[in-house]
């Protein structure tokens, strides 16, 4: 929660009209007190939960850079692939297709329903 100074003075003539200047000293108190309590509740709870899941944190930790290193390279190829597709289809260049050789190199079986 954020509070302003110019919020805080709205609560304190609040509280001040409701409690009176006799009662407000207390109530801060005791205000500050269960405060203190929720601090140090919440507190003891987030240092249990970092103790109980400290270890199979950092395992998941170890285990998502384990798998960003292992898709980077396909990841990169995609988007290598992608950038390309855009680029074909905006019409600024040709598709650049894989050198195979010579065609003399390939080797077509003949197919007598063609002639």
Sequence with gaps: MNLDPDKLIVLFVIAMMVLGPKRLPEAARTLARW???????????RREMRDLLGETADEGVAVRNEL???????????????????????????????????ASAVSVPDDPSLN
Aim: proline fraction near 9%.
């Design 68 to 102: 960003r290193k292992v898709f980077a390279e396909p990841r990169e190829a995609i988007e290598a692939g992608a950038r390309e597709v855009r680029t074909w289809s905006s019409g600024s260049a040709s598709p650049s297709l894989p050198e195979t050789g010579p």
């Design 35 to 45: 405060l203190a309590e929720v601090r140090k509740y919440t507190s003891s709870v």
